[in-house]
């Protein structure tokens, strides 16, 4: 439900989007829109090499996620001096 929005109210474009899931139930929305998606299960050991490739400098990583620890991303987020985006404050 998320992705009509963001590309009503961002100039943004396909290819700046990846969806990642721990299952395929997001499959389906990244075809029907077009974007890429990966399926990794997002986990303390490997969040670094997962996510520190996809983030850059201005970008944003939007977590919709559950059982996945907020902090380390925003770490991240800072570090990469990318925004961070949560729809919960969640521990590992």
Same mark, same amino acid.
């Given at each position: #439900? ?6 009503? =109210?961002? %100039?943004?474009? =396909? ?5 990642? %899931? %721990? ?5 389906? @929305? #990244? %075809? ?15 969040? @670094?090499?997962?996510?520190? =490739?996809?983030?850059? #400098?201005?970008?944003? $990583?939007?977590? $919709?996620?559950?059982? @996945? ?10 570090? =990469?001096?990318? $925004?961070?985006?949560?729809? #919960?404050?969640?521990?590992?």
């Amino acid at each position: #439900a998320i992705l009509p929005v963001l590309f009503e =109210k961002f %100039a943004i474009q =396909k290819n700046q989007i990846t969806i990642i %899931a %721990a299952d395929n139930s997001g499959a389906n @929305i #990244a %075809a029907e829109y077009g974007v890429e998606f990966q399926l990794h299960i997002i986990n303390p050991g490997n969040y @670094i090499d997962i996510l520190g =490739k996809q983030i850059h #400098a201005g970008d944003f $990583l939007v977590n $919709l996620s559950c059982n @996945i620890s907020s902090i380390p991303l925003i770490e991240l987020c800072n570090d =990469k001096e990318a $925004l961070y985006i949560d729809t #919960a404050n969640e521990p590992w």
